[in-house]
Each structure stands twice: as C-alpha cells, then as structure tokens.
C-alpha cells in the first residue's frame, strides 16, 4: 500500500485539524443523549372534559387536589379520584369524562420547550 | 520474527485501504438520501421569516431532495470524492436545524465532514479487483473520529444513564408517560415483551449496560462483529419501546467504520 498518509502533507497540521474536529464532536456529544432523564418542565394542568351522550361537550378545571403534580403523580391521583363517590358522580348518565392533561417537556436536544396535551383515563359511561 | 506495538502515530496515520474506503463512500451515499430527506417535514420554528423562507420554498421541497439524492450519485462514483463529499456536507448543513431529526443528522453530517478528508475517490469502482486495492486513501484519522464518534454517541447515553433514578427504572416511567415517542406505557414499572414481563429496575440497567458495551466493544478486533450483532438486537428492542426518528439507523451506519476491513493488518517486521 503506498504511503499517502497525511490530508495537508504535514502531520501536525494534521493533528490541528483532528485536534479540533475531536473537539467539535465531545463539544457536541451531550445533544447526542437521548431520554436518559425525566423531560418534563413545571407541572400538569388538568381539565377535564364532560362529554354527554349527544357528543356536546364542555370543559371545565379539574379538582384543585389533581392540579401541580408531575404528570406520573398526576395520573394516580386522576385514577384514584375517579374510583371515588365524588369522581363517579361527576361522569354524567349516558356520557363520559376525559381528563386533559397539559404540561411542557423538554428535549435534551432542542432549546425550546415544547407543550404536550395528552387526553387519557376517559372514564366508561355512567350505567 | 518481532512484533511492534501499535503506536499513537499508527492509530491516526496509518493509511487507509482505498478499496474499502470507495465502499464506504458509496455506503455515504446510499444512506444519506434516506437519512437527510426532509421534504415531509416542517419549517423550524426558530428560523427568522427570510431563513424560513429558504425552508418553505427551497430546502424542505422535492426537488431539493432529488438533487441531495443526485450529487449522492456523483458522490457514488467516485468523481472528485473529496469535493463532492464537501458540497455535499454544505448542501446539508441546513438540515441540521429542522426540529425532527436532529440527532441522526447531526450523526451523519460529523461522519459526512470526517469523511471528506478521506481520498475516497482514489477506488471509483471498488468491485473490480485490479482497482487499486493496495493503494491508500489517506490517513487513518478521519476514521478514527468516525470510530471515535460511536463510542461517543453510546458512551454519553451510557454516562446519562448511570444516576440512581434511571437505574432504577423511575425515568423510564416518568418518560413513558411525558413523551409521545413512547410506543409503551411503562408507568406500572413493567416492559412486556412478548410473553416476557420485566421489571424496569432490570431493563433499565440491561440498557446502560449495553451501551457501556458497545461504547467499548467495536474497538476490540475480536468483539467487533459480537458488537455489531448486538447493536442489532439492541436497537431493534429500542425500536419497539420508542421511537427516535433515523438516529437507529445513522448509529447502524456508524458501525461500517469498523467493519469495513479499512485498515490492513500490519504485518510483523521481518515479515516479506
């Protein structure tokens, strides 16, 4: 194999340019980790959603007791609720609840934060 | 017969084989027009209006595609490999700040850039076997960063993974909940697979120990094809528990750099 081992025909102008290029690249390695830590920025705002038999519908603030948890925490608390008197009594006869979940997340990657909406644990009809 | 070590200056000078070198080359250009299309995607919402122009109308169109995928035809055929990897990189520059995506461009545009400096046009056409298999594409240290940039994409994950919470499977939680990209939902702290249920204080350590492997492994000579295939696995299992948009694949495409018999076993003085 001929010996054509240099890109500048100098080893430590080579060197610079691999010195630097290494640089560039740990500089740039903490964007490359990806969902190794919780994202989520601030806590969840939930409302939640009454939907009557017909399809209408209105949204209103979801307890106090279920508002500034962490989404996780959040969606305990909005299980356990609805497995209350006062959480079944809220599911109107022949409709549904569906609980909005409203938080930020925050990429390790990208600067800006980012609103997520997540509709979940919508409740069976009332029998 | 002696046998010298390796030194320093053979790791980042030692010439590279120019045949492989081509078939990396064309491995480039296969994979970018895959990796890097974007015309589906949205303008970046940090462009001001005039770059976001350039976006709307110029870099997220078809026709902007089609012509990535054709100087990747040029790029493939060995024509002027180093200026047309340069343009290329240039050409692609842009991408790098779409909102989706960022991660495996990113990926790709550092190897894209290391590789420019690699003759790789010295071998137009890698399969013919009087094509100058014995020459040299240069110095080893491009593809040393490329190497290097593996080890780094797994090492940080490694790193970032290695706190009290994710190993116990808290975050994976946490973030199974928070993020859309989630395809499970691992709140309960149990990942099914299959007929399989585990617990998350099992799989998320598995993952950070995993990628400590293959953050070491690939530069093991021995271990690098047990690196590769385990890469595989691990990234089809990351697949179906989320999705990370082309970063799978430009990290796959990452392991050609050590598979590719890029560099000729030295052979021991004395030896004819």
């Given at each position: 194999?001929s ?6 025909a ?23 980790i ?72 925050q990429?390790?990657h ?18 | ?17 120019a ?64 200026a ?22 990113q ?39 490329i ?48 007929v ?28 690098k094809?047990v ?18 948009f082309?970063l ?13 018999p ?11």
């Open positions: 194999m010996e054509r081992s240099t890109v500048t100098s080893r430590p102008r080579d060197l610079v340019i691999f010195a630097a290029l290494l640089t560039c690249l740990l500089a740039l390695a903490p964007r490359l990806v969902y190794a830590r919780p994202a989520q920025l601030g806590t969840t705002r939930v409302d939640l959603r009454v939907v009557a038999p017909n399809g209408d519908n209105t949204t209103v603030r979801a307890p106090e007791s279920l508002q500034g948890h962490t989404l996780r925490d959040a969606i305990t608390r909005i299980e356990a609720f609805a497995a209350t008197p006062e959480g079944r009594a809220m599911v109107p006869p022949g409709g549904r609840l569906e609980w909005q979940l409203n938080y930020t997340v990429f390790p990208s600067p800006h934060p980012r609103r997520r909406h997540l509709t979940t644990r919508a409740a069976p009809s009332s029998p | 017969m002696t046998s010298r070590r390796p030194s320093f200056d053979d790791f980042l000078f030692a010439p590279v084989n045949q492989a070198a081509a078939w990396f080359r064309i491995a480039f250009a296969a994979a970018i027009p895959f990796l890097f299309e974007s015309d589906a995607l949205g303008v970046p919402i940090w462009a001001p209006p005039p770059a976001a122009w350039v976006y709307e109308h110029v870099l997220l169109q078809r026709g902007y595609t089609i012509f990535i995928a054709l100087v990747c035809a040029v790029l493939a055929s060995g024509w002027r490999a180093r047309v990897a340069s343009l290329l990189f240039v050409l692609l520059l842009p991408l790098a700040g779409l909102e989706i995506g960022q991660l495996s461009r990926v790709m545009l550092t190897a894209l850039l290391c590789f420019s400096f690699i003759r790789s046009g010295t071998v137009r056409f890698p399969w013919r076997r009087t094509s100058g298999g014995e020459s040299s594409a240069g110095p080893a240290w491009p593809i040393r960063l190497q290097l940039q593996l080890t780094v994409l797994y090492g940080v994950n490694a790193l970032a993974k290695s706190t009290p919470q994710y190993l116990s499977g808290e975050a994976l939680m946490d973030l199974s909940a928070e993020l859309s990209n989630f395809r499970v939902d691992l709140s309960d702290g149990v990942m099914e697979l299959a399989l249920a585990i617990p998350l204080s099992v799989a998320a350590p598995a993952s950070a120990l995993a990628e400590y492997f293959l953050a070491a492994a690939f530069w093991v000579p021995r271990l094809w690196a590769a295939l385990a890469g595989l696995a691990f990234h089809a299992l990351i697949a179906r528990v989320l999705t990370i082309m799978d694949y430009a990290t796959i495409f990452l392991y050609l750099a050590f598979l590719l890029l560099f000729r076993p030295r052979r021991a003085a004395g030896d004819a």
